[in-house]
């Protein structure tokens, strides 16, 4: 009988420890039951929710870091650089480029508030100091100091504009706009693109370079009378070519007035004068005679002189030549080459004007006719020769209408 309670004993022990363990897992399913449904009891609600705090935690992204940059070094910086300032992770609020003891650049920011570029370029040999602050994305202002310098210059690497007409002048229909480089441009278009005209009413027009020292604009046909004109040269700090830099920028507006044409014809001894279409007046002229003959071709009124000095030496007659002459007191006198055609008052020569040329290239007439022109013309009006079988050189004053449209347009650096 001993044998047979040993099994029996064990059994009922083993039957106890199961029901103690059902009993405790009951127990704590529902103690989890009692937790999710009352967020103030204690036990194991306290826990349950740490865990969920820490896990809300570990998905929160983390601010990424603000990058503020400026597109200079500390020295030598070339004087056409455009400051420009970018941001990454920040949006600028505030850039200020400021040259020591100077005014600061004008610039402006982009939409998205990403970058910040200057609107003028350097100065040579000067000290700027960049300030700018941003944003970050957690709201943290970001701050970037930077201070550089620009490359000196001389003025033999620096080259100045010179703008015709000038501010303010009323000219004529034919007048080109003229800009003038005190040191040669060998880097012509990347000058020209920061060469603009204006006109209003708007008419099409073309850069022409004469030379690496001058570029004329004109409009396709003559300005239209009343046309206001505004041209403008911002160059400052463009690189001309060859380590030369534009030295200031410039601008002028001017007045396009009434339509006055003299149309001269030399063989027929005779000038008629339009204004606005109007015939004003024939007068009659002498041209140059052979030898001297007074060129054919469309001219403008180059200055205007009331007195006038005419030395044949200018012209390249020796003062040893039975053709020289040196007049001190020309009166009315109107350059329309640089080679030194003018029309002008010849009371030496009135008995041939109107029936024969005995200048010496110019076109003369009475001083009476002589003083009513020049109380009508200005710079840039028209005088049209014809009559002689000698040529006007297109670059011997302003020649610009001899020159015919496609080829005139081609000789822009843009073409």
């Known amino acids: 009988m001993a044998l047979h309670s040993r099994p029996q004993h064990r059994q009922t ?3 106890a420890v199961v ?21 103030g009891s204690t036990g194991a609600a306290p826990a349950t929710k740490a865990l969920h705090h820490r896990a809300a935690k570990s998905t929160e992204k983390p601010v990424p870091p603000a990058r503020l940059k400026v597109n200079v070094a500390q020295a030598a910086v070339p004087v056409d650089t455009l400051v420009r300032v970018t941001a990454a992770n920040a949006t600028l609020q505030r850039v200020s480029v400021r040259a020591q003891g100077g005014a600061a650049l004008p610039g402006g ?7 910040w570029a200057a609107q003028e370029r350097l100065e040579p040999g ?11 994305e957690g709201g943290a202002t970001q701050r970037l100091q930077r201070t550089f310098h620009t490359v000196p210059l001389s003025l033999d690497q620096q ?13 004529g229909v034919g007048m080109p706009v003229i800009v003038q ?11 020209e693109k920061h060469l603009s005209v204006q006109t209003s009413p708007k008419q099409p027009g073309t850069w022409h370079w004469i030379s690496d ?3 004329h604009w004109r409009p396709r046909t003559y300005w239209k009378p009343g046309s206001n004109v505004t041209v403008n040269a911002d160059v400052n700090g463009v690189n001309a070519g060859s380590g030369i830099y534009g030295q200031e920028d410039r601008s002028t507006s001017f007045h396009v007035g009434d339509a006055v044409f003299m149309k001269i014809h030399v063989a027929r001894h005779e000038m008629r004068v339009f204004d606005n279409g109007r015939l004003l007046r024939t007068i009659p002229v002498t041209g140059g005679k052979p030898g ?7 001219k403008v009124i180059i200055e205007k002189f009331r007195h006038k000095r005419m030395d044949a030496a200018t012209t390249g007659i020796s003062p040893n030549s039975p053709e020289y002459y040196n007049i001190s007191n020309v009166e009315y006198a109107q350059r329309v080459t640089y080679s030194g055609e003018f029309l002008h008052a010849a009371p030496w020569s009135v008995g041939d004007q109107g029936s024969a040329n005995v200048s010496h290239g110019c076109v003369g007439m009475s001083t009476s006719n002589a003083a009513w022109l020049y109380s009508l013309t200005k710079r840039g009006d028209v005088v049209d020769v014809t009559g002689t079988d000698r040529s006007m050189e297109p670059d011997n004053g302003y020649g610009d209408w001899n020159v015919p449209w496609t080829q005139y347009k081609a000789a822009s650096a843009l073409s």
């Open 13 to 15: 022990r083993r039957d």
């Open 126 to 136: 000067t000290t700027y100091h960049v300030s700018a602050f941003a944003k970050d």
């Open 292 to 298: 001297f003959t007074t060129r054919s071709g469309i």
């Open 213 to 215: 020292y001058e570029v």
């Open 159 to 171: 080259t100045y504009p010179s703008i015709a007409p000038i501010d303010g002048e009323t000219v």
């Open 109 to 115: 920011l982009a939409k998205n508030a990403a970058s």
């Open 19 to 39: 029901a103690a363990a059902v009993g405790i897992l009951a127990a704590s399913a529902l103690a989890g039951c009692n937790a999710k449904a009352d967020t």
């Open 181 to 191: 480089f005190d040191v040669p441009v060998t880097n012509r278009a990347e000058i």
